[in-house]
């Protein structure tokens, strides 16, 4: 997974064939970033298949609501895909935190 901390967002850009564990990983990193409190954030997912279950996001929700520090009141968060199945994961995942501090956009995948 590749972060860049660009000037205005930071960019992740998950590997082809990506895992929960990856993407664990990825928000982990995030968290533990200088400055990420004051930059929002694009995902952009590579065509290609996706490692892992559909009740994965639903884990991937509890380890962000879990471990998203309670101080930080603002972030958006941009997933970028390229195909309908990325984008239909997408959707649902934004559909269910809905609850937490964070905006979840969706682009692409039509």
Request: aromatic letters at 18%.
């Amino acid at each position: 997974m590749k972060i860049t901390k660009e000037k205005d967002y930071i960019l992740v850009e998950p590997s082809e064939g990506i895992d929960f564990w990856e993407i664990i990983e990825g928000i982990g990193k995030l968290f533990a970033m200088n400055g990420f409190p004051q930059k929002n954030e694009i995902w952009k997912f590579r065509e290609g298949p996706l490692s892992f279950l559909y009740k994965d996001i639903y884990k991937i929700k509890d380890f962000v609501a879990n471990y998203y520090p309670k101080y930080w009141n603002r972030h958006k968060t941009a997933i970028v895909v390229e195909n309908g199945f990325q984008a239909a994961l997408a959707n649902e995942y934004t559909n269910i935190v809905k609850d937490l501090p964070i905006y979840f956009g969706v682009q692409g995948g039509q």
